[in-house]
């Protein structure tokens, strides 16, 4: 499963989704679907957009996570990588 950060990253650096906005040109209720995770698809333009307004590569703000990390703490399994236990040391 695919899980995107925005939420957390807004949050670890104090930025507002209205800032992101203002900034980007995104519509709200687009920027709204990613803060929340509900996205059914990504669309490259707004990818690219937030990821240069945050000075991020695509695979900080979106990782993979097996959905049985899910109920795990960040960290506990791989999950802050997006990587399975034990890959990427």
């Known amino acids: 499963m695919i899980i995107c950060r925005l939420s957390t990253i807004l ?18 209720a687009t920027l709204d679907r990613y803060y929340y995770d509900r996205v ?3 669309d490259r333009a707004v990818l690219e957009k937030l990821c240069q307004f945050l000075q991020l590569n695509p695979g900080d703000l979106l990782i993979i ?3 049985a990390d899910l ?3 960040w960290g506990a399994s791989g999950s802050a990588t997006g990587l399975p236990a034990g890959e990427g040391s």
Request: net charge positive; glycine share 8%.
């Open 40 to 42: 059914k698809s990504f």
């Open 71 to 73: 109920f795990q703490p």
């Open 65 to 67: 996570v097996d959905q």
């Open 11 to 28: 949050g670890a650096r104090r930025i507002k989704v209205a800032d992101v906005c203002r900034a980007t040109g995104i519509a709200r």
